[in-house]
């Protein structure tokens, strides 16, 4: 696949990644401390938003495929291996915290008495992972901008 193509399907996937994590990040100060009525009530506005799964598998995979069409250049290609290893990052956040924590609630369907503790996770992973892309987004940008044909 030409260098073109891979680039421009790493920054758009990158892009598309931080979209569903940047608004978890912005409607967190209006969430963390709503009572649990509220905050399951609210919870549900996120019904489908797995879809977004698609975009940051194919965000790591154009990134692993960015910094190996980039081996041996030197700037560009390390910058495209920090991009693919923070999308990675984030796939690791997402199980330990955001996953848990959607298991244990049945997808905020069941509140169980350790609610508060999983809410404060599963806010704070997001918020975490809308940095975490944010700087894969930063990295392969730069990337790009620094590639020489």
């Known amino acids: 696949m030409p260098l073109k193509i891979v680039q421009f399907l790493a920054l758009t996937l990158t892009a598309l990644a931080l ?6 990040l912005f ?6 401390n709503l009572v649990a009525e509220q905050y399951f009530i609210v919870q549900n506005i996120y019904r489908g938003w797995s879809l977004f799964g698609v975009a940051l598998i194919g965000a790591l995979i154009a990134n692993l495929a960015l910094a ?9 290609f ?3 291996l920090f991009a693919f290893l923070f999308i990675a990052l984030t ?14 609630t049945n997808n905020w369907m069941m509140i ?12 704070y992973s997001h918020a975490a ?16 901008l620094t590639t020489r044909e």
């Not at 409607?27 to 963390?32: C, D, F, Y």
């Not at 796939?91 to 244990?104: E, G, R």
């Not at 992972?129 to 790009?144: D, H, I, Q, W, Y």
Request: charged content about 15%; overall charge positive.
């Open 27 to 32: 409607a967190l100060p209006n969430k963390i």
């Open 19 to 24: 979209v569903p994590s940047g608004a978890h």
């Open 91 to 104: 796939l690791v956040v997402f199980f330990i915290w955001t996953y848990a924590a959607n298991q244990a």
């Open 129 to 144: 992972n809308a940095v975490v892309t944010f700087a894969a987004l930063c990295s392969v940008t730069l990337s790009v």
């Open 78 to 80: 390390v910058l495209a």
């Open 68 to 76: 190996l069409l980039l081996r041996g250049r030197g700037a560009p």
């Open 112 to 123: 169980p008495d350790n609610w508060e503790q999983l809410r404060r996770e599963w806010e």
